[in-house]
């Protein structure tokens, strides 16, 4: 016996979600179900709006509600630091770190050969115009510890050289509150080789 | 620096589905955003009509679209016997056991000294009244294997002996394709009290 055409196609439209899979799908149909008439509204109303409601920032093209995002909003923040991120998501983490007073700006992606996409496909000549333009002094390319996220800070850090910019990269170690014997030798060589004076 | 208010609530509305906590959430508002508008739009109606759309079948409760579900609608099924289950979910899944070929009649629910449900909450008066009508001659117990699922079954099974109708349980035992070295001690001693020759 299959489910009523309607449940069935909440299912499915909830499987098409990361990390979804049919169980899991069908757990949150019933839940969806069970919901108050307002609440399920409310919470189909947040999905259908949620993309004319949210654009790119003209500047970082950070996630924001206006034309800037709180960030590039505020003045009070170093010009002349610059913090590339993948992601809106990581530019979000890295902007509660108190001690980093820059900007962001987001690539919307990295260089992947496994996934063919090139670095046209990202915000590279805007990120570049921009250094030239706010007299950016460092460029500190926080793309993620992988493959890709490599790959794209020696590009990057290759294009930024000539603009005679400071280019860095987030430090590799140990995670604070982790346990040496949990490493991986990888992350315990660059930790030994970056290891700091006390 | 926190998420514009739009994005913010809409991962306010994933978090409140079971088992999803607050970086899946995040995650899966990001893939929201990132929806073409059709598909944003058609998730969206899909969520706030199913309330609406699904009711209980008015015979055995189970979820459906019309006034009776697929399987109280076949009228080739046998009538004299019914299998109780606790939720929709599980009549949908017997269901498709083949061999099978009674009707149900979902419980909503099992009684749980832990949560305060006493059977007065379940579809019990019910079931009583269509066991007299209908002659079913056996009604098997379909609630999970767990304390509760027990407690139902037994209350239930009290009830139904005074309607003078067969009531049994599913078995206990190993699950197929199973492995021995993995079942609780629990399970195997159900499986041996219930061995059956070959």
């Known amino acids: 016996m299959k489910y009523p055409l309607s449940f069935e196609n909440l299912i499915n439209h909830l499987?098409?979600?990361?990390?979804?899979?049919?169980?899991?799908?069908?757990r949150l149909a019933y839940h969806i179900l069970a919901m108050k008439p307002e609440e399920a509204s409310e919470f189909a109303q947040s999905i259908s709006t949620i993309g004319s409601v949210i654009h790119s920032c003209k500047v970082c093209n950070c996630i924001c509600e206006d034309d800037l995002c709180e960030i590039c909003k505020d003045l009070n923040r170093d010009k002349t630091l610059l913090c590339v991120v993948?992601?809106?998501?990581?530019a979000y983490v890295l902007a509660n770190?108190?001690?980093?007073?820059?900007?962001?700006?987001?690539?919307?992606?990295?260089?992947?050969i496994k996934n063919g996409i090139g670095p046209d496909r990202l915000n590279i000549s805007s990120l570049l115009e921009r250094v030239?333009?706010?007299n950016v002094k460092e460029v500190i390319i926080?793309?993620?510890?992988?493959l890709d996220g490599e790959t794209t800070a020696l590009f990057l850090a290759k294009l930024l050289e000539k603009q005679?910019?400071?280019?860095?990269?987030?430090?590799?170690g140990l995670p604070?509150?982790?346990n040496i014997d949990y490493a991986d030798e990888v992350t315990l060589g660059k930790a030994l080789s970056g290891r700091q004076k006390i």
């Open 164 to 172: 005679n910019v400071s280019v860095s990269r987030l430090a590799y």
């Open 86 to 90: 993948q992601s809106s998501k990581d």
């Open 176 to 178: 604070v509150n982790g």
């Open 97 to 112: 770190v108190s001690s980093f007073t820059g900007y962001f700006h987001v690539l919307n992606g990295v260089i992947s």
């Open 132 to 134: 030239k333009q706010d």
């Open 142 to 146: 926080a793309t993620n510890p992988n």
């Open 15 to 26: 499987k098409k979600l990361p990390s979804i899979g049919g169980k899991s799908a069908e």
